[in-house]
């Protein structure tokens, strides 16, 4: 197995998130009714808080999965993936909010719209994104970190 070398994963989330922030950026600021430097503010944090909260919140999960059940995360059934997949977005949301609220100065209720609005472009993005960094950015089986055999 072929995996992204760690710089390479660095070059890849260092430019999904610069790229986010600069195409969600504007859609904010016109959908908000804000001036672009509010509107870049406001989703630099929401980014910032994401990139830090998705590893930590995969590594506790991973953990606690692991401790319950004694198996790894690649090994993970798919209801409980299912299960990884909603509790992150609703923690993400939980943890964006207040900023969309404090920052953004909405509404609770707007909050959570402008947090599902958020969530449905960047899950189109993700897949824009990715189809377009593997296709310039192939992996190369030279250039990884880690290789493993697919049946050892």
Known sequence: MHLRSIR??????????????????????FV??????????????????????SPLFNTLFDYFDALSSGRVASERPGPLRMLHATLHEVCAIALTC????HVG??????????NLGL???YTAYT????????????????STDFQKPLNP
Do not use: C, N
């Open 8 to 29: 390479e994963r660095v070059i890849q989330t260092s430019s999904f998130e610069l790229i986010g922030i600069g195409f969600v950026s504007p859609l904010y600021a």
């Open 32 to 53: 908000a009714g804000t001036d672009m430097s509010e509107s870049f503010t406001l989703i630099t944090l929401i980014s910032i808080t994401i990139l830090v909260w």
């Open 98 to 101: 207040p900023i969309l609220i």
């Open 105 to 114: 100065g909405h509404s609770l209720l707007d909050a959570l719209k402008f």
């Open 119 to 121: 969530t449905l472009t």
């Open 127 to 142: 897949y824009i994104f990715h189809l377009i960094y593997d296709h310039l950015r192939p992996v190369r089986a030279e």
